[in-house]
Protein backbone atom coordinates (compact mmCIF):
# COMPACT_ATOMS: atom_id res chain seq x y z
CA UNK A 1 0.00 0.00 0.00
CA UNK A 2 1.54 3.55 -1.10
CA UNK A 3 1.42 5.49 1.67
CA UNK A 4 0.23 9.33 1.13
CA UNK A 5 2.02 12.58 2.20
CA UNK A 6 1.76 16.07 1.95
CA UNK A 7 3.80 17.58 -0.60
CA UNK A 8 6.35 20.08 0.19
CA UNK A 9 5.29 24.12 -1.13
CA UNK A 10 7.47 25.92 -2.44
CA UNK A 11 6.28 29.03 -1.11
CA UNK A 12 8.22 28.18 2.24
CA UNK A 13 10.30 30.60 4.05
CA UNK A 14 13.73 29.60 5.57
CA UNK A 15 14.24 30.75 9.27
CA UNK A 16 17.78 29.86 10.85
CA UNK A 17 18.11 30.34 14.04
CA UNK A 18 20.55 30.61 16.83
CA UNK A 19 20.31 28.22 19.85
CA UNK A 20 22.29 27.49 22.98
CA UNK A 21 22.59 24.05 24.53
CA UNK A 22 24.28 23.00 28.03
CA UNK A 23 26.15 20.19 27.47
CA UNK A 24 25.72 19.05 30.88
CA UNK A 25 22.16 18.82 30.25
CA UNK A 26 22.07 15.86 27.44
CA UNK A 27 20.75 13.28 28.92
CA UNK A 28 19.88 10.40 25.94
CA UNK A 29 20.54 9.61 22.52
CA UNK A 30 18.69 7.53 20.30
CA UNK A 31 18.83 5.99 17.17
CA UNK A 32 16.49 6.65 14.00
CA UNK A 33 16.27 4.80 10.98
CA UNK A 34 14.21 6.60 7.79
CA UNK A 35 13.29 4.16 5.31
CA UNK A 36 12.03 4.98 1.92
CA UNK A 37 9.01 3.74 0.64
CA UNK A 38 9.06 0.12 -0.75
CA UNK A 39 12.51 -0.22 0.22
CA UNK A 40 12.73 -1.90 3.93
CA UNK A 41 16.42 -2.96 3.31
CA UNK A 42 17.67 0.13 2.96
CA UNK A 43 17.46 3.73 5.68
CA UNK A 44 18.69 6.77 6.52
CA UNK A 45 20.31 6.92 9.85
CA UNK A 46 20.20 9.70 11.90
CA UNK A 47 20.69 10.36 15.95
CA UNK A 48 18.91 12.56 18.03
CA UNK A 49 20.22 14.03 21.18
CA UNK A 50 17.45 14.78 24.37
CA UNK A 51 18.29 17.32 26.53
CA UNK A 52 16.28 17.37 30.72
CA UNK A 53 15.09 20.64 29.48
CA UNK A 54 13.02 18.55 26.32
CA UNK A 55 14.70 19.79 23.71
CA UNK A 56 16.88 18.12 21.27
CA UNK A 57 18.75 18.09 18.29
CA UNK A 58 18.29 15.36 15.51
CA UNK A 59 21.42 15.18 13.75
CA UNK A 60 21.88 12.94 10.11
CA UNK A 61 25.12 12.84 7.69
CA UNK A 62 24.03 13.92 4.38
CA UNK A 63 24.71 14.91 1.25
CA UNK A 64 25.96 18.67 0.50
CA UNK A 65 24.82 20.01 -2.74
CA UNK A 66 25.38 23.22 -4.69
CA UNK A 67 22.10 24.83 -5.67
CA UNK A 68 19.95 23.58 -8.17
CA UNK A 69 22.48 20.59 -8.43
CA UNK A 70 20.30 16.83 -8.48
CA UNK A 71 20.41 14.32 -5.73
CA UNK A 72 21.48 10.34 -7.73
CA UNK A 73 22.39 7.44 -6.76
CA UNK A 74 24.90 7.64 -9.59
CA UNK A 75 26.53 10.80 -8.33
CA UNK A 76 26.45 9.38 -4.98
CA UNK A 77 28.93 6.68 -5.87
CA UNK A 78 31.62 9.32 -7.89
CA UNK A 79 32.38 11.70 -5.05
CA UNK A 80 30.45 14.65 -6.49
CA UNK A 81 28.58 15.41 -3.02
CA UNK A 82 30.76 16.76 -0.01
CA UNK A 83 29.79 14.92 3.64
CA UNK A 84 28.02 17.43 6.30
CA UNK A 85 26.56 17.10 9.07
CA UNK A 86 22.99 18.87 9.91
CA UNK A 87 22.21 19.63 13.61
CA UNK A 88 18.34 20.90 13.44
CA UNK A 89 14.94 19.92 15.97
CA UNK A 90 13.91 16.96 15.66
CA UNK A 91 10.29 18.01 14.88
CA UNK A 92 11.28 19.29 12.23
CA UNK A 93 13.97 17.16 10.78
CA UNK A 94 11.44 13.86 11.34
CA UNK A 95 8.01 15.63 10.47
CA UNK A 96 10.10 16.43 7.01
CA UNK A 97 10.52 12.90 6.19
CA UNK A 98 7.28 11.36 7.90
CA UNK A 99 4.68 14.04 6.65
CA UNK A 100 6.05 15.61 3.92
CA UNK A 101 8.21 12.74 1.96
CA UNK A 102 6.10 9.62 3.45
CA UNK A 103 9.06 7.72 4.92
CA UNK A 104 8.85 5.30 7.66
CA UNK A 105 10.85 6.47 10.47
CA UNK A 106 11.85 4.17 13.41
CA UNK A 107 13.28 5.07 16.45
CA UNK A 108 15.40 2.81 18.55
CA UNK A 109 16.44 4.40 22.16
CA UNK A 110 20.15 3.28 23.43
CA UNK A 111 21.23 2.30 26.50
CA UNK A 112 23.83 5.30 26.84
CA UNK A 113 24.51 7.37 29.91
CA UNK A 114 24.42 10.80 29.82
CA UNK A 115 28.17 10.74 30.23
CA UNK A 116 28.76 8.98 27.20
CA UNK A 117 25.70 10.54 25.11
CA UNK A 118 28.01 13.78 25.75
CA UNK A 119 30.82 12.27 24.46
CA UNK A 120 29.47 11.04 21.71
CA UNK A 121 27.90 14.78 20.96
CA UNK A 122 31.28 16.58 21.11
CA UNK A 123 33.15 13.58 19.14
CA UNK A 124 30.79 14.57 16.44
CA UNK A 125 31.12 18.65 16.92
CA UNK A 126 34.82 17.69 16.61
CA UNK A 127 34.06 15.46 13.28
CA UNK A 128 32.30 18.73 12.05
CA UNK A 129 34.66 21.28 12.79
CA UNK A 130 37.21 18.57 10.18
CA UNK A 131 35.03 18.61 7.78
CA UNK A 132 35.19 22.38 7.92
CA UNK A 133 38.41 22.37 7.46
CA UNK A 134 39.23 19.22 5.11
CA UNK A 135 36.16 18.25 3.02
CA UNK A 136 35.63 14.56 2.26
CA UNK A 137 33.16 13.24 -0.25
CA UNK A 138 29.77 11.54 0.46
CA UNK A 139 30.42 8.38 -1.02
CA UNK A 140 27.29 5.64 -1.15
CA UNK A 141 29.37 3.20 -0.58
CA UNK A 142 31.91 4.02 1.55
CA UNK A 143 31.09 7.29 3.42
CA UNK A 144 27.54 7.63 3.43
CA UNK A 145 24.92 8.22 6.07
CA UNK A 146 25.36 5.39 8.35
CA UNK A 147 29.54 4.89 7.99
CA UNK A 148 30.22 8.80 8.86
CA UNK A 149 28.31 8.14 11.84
CA UNK A 150 29.23 4.42 12.84
CA UNK A 151 33.12 5.58 14.10
CA UNK A 152 31.49 8.04 16.73
CA UNK A 153 29.29 5.12 18.13
CA UNK A 154 32.08 2.24 18.60
CA UNK A 155 34.32 5.07 20.75
CA UNK A 156 31.45 5.24 23.31
CA UNK A 157 29.31 2.16 23.16
CA UNK A 158 30.87 0.41 26.34
CA UNK A 159 29.78 2.57 28.36
CA UNK A 160 25.83 2.24 29.11
CA UNK A 161 22.91 2.42 31.08
CA UNK A 162 22.19 -0.84 33.77
Not at 60 to 84: D, H, K, M, S, V
Request: hydrophobic content about 30%; charged content about 30%; some cysteine.
Amino acid sequence: MKSSFIQLRPDFDVRDDTRTYDLRELDTVDLVISRWDGMQAVGHTLLTFGFRDGRDLTLPAETRREEGEPQTGLRGIFNQYELIYILADERDLLRLRTQYRGEEVSLYPTTSTPEAARRLFVDILERINELHENPVFYNISTENCTSALYPHGRKIRSVTRS
